[in-house]
């Protein structure tokens, strides 16, 4: 019914810039807020930075200042602009969206399959 897929992930230099995309496709009625999450190695899944309609964004605080999500509503994507990277940043970063099913009118969180990100000399 609906899916996410992202790109963007790769393998960057400490202080270099990566650039995460996510589109949603599917049994789209509405989105209500887009999001990006990461798991590193040992660690829980955590908030990255998360946009809901209406609202001002939210991010985690070790990346504030140095990433910036936006969204383009049209395109049903989000990105997530990573500038600064450092190596404490590595993990698989995965899009979430919370979405109003167009056939059912249910509102339910998706997630995307994840795209590693690797920040190392």
């Known amino acids: 019914q609906v899916q996410l897929v992202e790109s963007g992930g790769g393998l960057v230099q400490p202080g270099g810039s990566l650039r995460l995309s996510c589109a949603a496709s599917?049994?789209?009625?509405?989105?209500?807020?887009m999001g990006w999450y990461r798991q590193a190695p040992e660690k829980q899944r955590e908030l990255v930075a998360r946009?809901?309609?209406?609202?001002?964004?939210n991010y985690l605080d070790s990346v504030k200042g140095r990433f910036t999500i936006s969204r383009d509503n049209a395109k049903n994507t989000v990105y997530l602009q990573m500038n600064s990277l450092k190596p404490e940043d590595t993990a698989v970063y995965y899009c979430?969206?919370?979405?109003?099913?167009?056939?059912?009118?249910?509102?339910?969180?998706?997630w995307g399959q994840g795209t590693q990100v690797t920040v190392s000399s």
């Open positions: 599917g049994s789209i009625f509405s989105i209500n807020a």
């Open positions: 946009i809901r309609n209406g609202r001002t964004p």
């Open positions: 979430n969206a919370d979405i109003t099913n167009r056939r059912f009118g249910i509102e339910s969180e998706y």
